[in-house]
Antibody
């Protein structure tokens, strides 16, 4: 059974960089799609982007200038970096396999000074 | 960007009743790459349906999906108490992948 676990700071200051790690167990991250999705409190889901195969990426244009998704296949982890955050980036951040079969439990990241 | 509009916003039904949820796309969804998710408070979304009509692993057969092009439907044939939740559609045929705003199925 594939399991995903998000980790990272729960509080980030405005203008700084949000950094999260997703650790995958029960399966290899190689040669597959892996996504980040977020959900502001009380609101709907927003796709951030995915990484696939040999590190190729695809990002939501609304975030593209600020986001980087990368991976470390030796550790079976993939990562999210979101730069220049504001309060509007406060959300529960989920990692998931590319087609939504498996999700982490989510981690709340609050942007506040 | 494909905009997905779900209706109704809230559906008030009793256990045992049939639920019909709609997801309309602003343009045709490529290859029917349309998924449905269920989300309960404090939990991650759970994949119910992919490719418009294929049930994900472990999903009861009371959940069914249909549709193509721009109009898609999720049907729950007989609501069980555990089915009261928020449901989202998502298209993954065109970048950026997008979600609908959700339909809440609540107990009447």
């Amino acid at each position: 059974q594939v399991q995903l676990q998000e980790s990272g700071p729960g509080l980030v200051k405005p203008s700084e960089t949000l950094s999260l790690t997703c650790t995958v167990s029960g399966g290899s991250i190689s040669n597959y799609y892996w996504s980040w999705i977020r959900q502001p409190p009380g609101k709907g889901l927003e796709w951030i982007g995915y990484i696939y195969y040999s590190g190729s990426t695809n990002y939501n244009p609304s975030l593209k200038s600020r986001v980087t998704i990368s991976e470390d296949t030796s550790k079976n982890q993939f990562f999210l970096k979101l730069r220049s955050v504001t309060a509007a980036d406060t959300a529960v951040y989920y990692c998931a396999d590319g087609f939504g079969n498996y999700w982490g439990q989510g981690t709340l990241v609050t942007v506040s000074s | 960007e494909i905009v997905l509009t779900q209706s109704p916003g809230t559906l008030s039904l009793s256990p045992g009743e049939r639920a019909t949820l709609s997801c309309r796309a602003s343009q045709s969804v490529s290859s029917s790459y349309l998924a449905w998710y269920q989300q309960k408070p404090g939990q991650a979304p759970r994949l119910l349906i992919y490719a418009a009509s294929s049930r994900a692993i472990g999903i009861p057969d009371r959940f069914s999906g249909s549709g193509s092009g721009t109009d898609f439907t999720l049907t729950i044939s007989r609501l069980e108490p555990e089915d009261f939740a928020v449901y989202y559609c998502q298209q993954y045929g065109s970048s950026p992948w997008t979600f609908g705003q959700g339909t809440k199925v609540e107990i009447k």
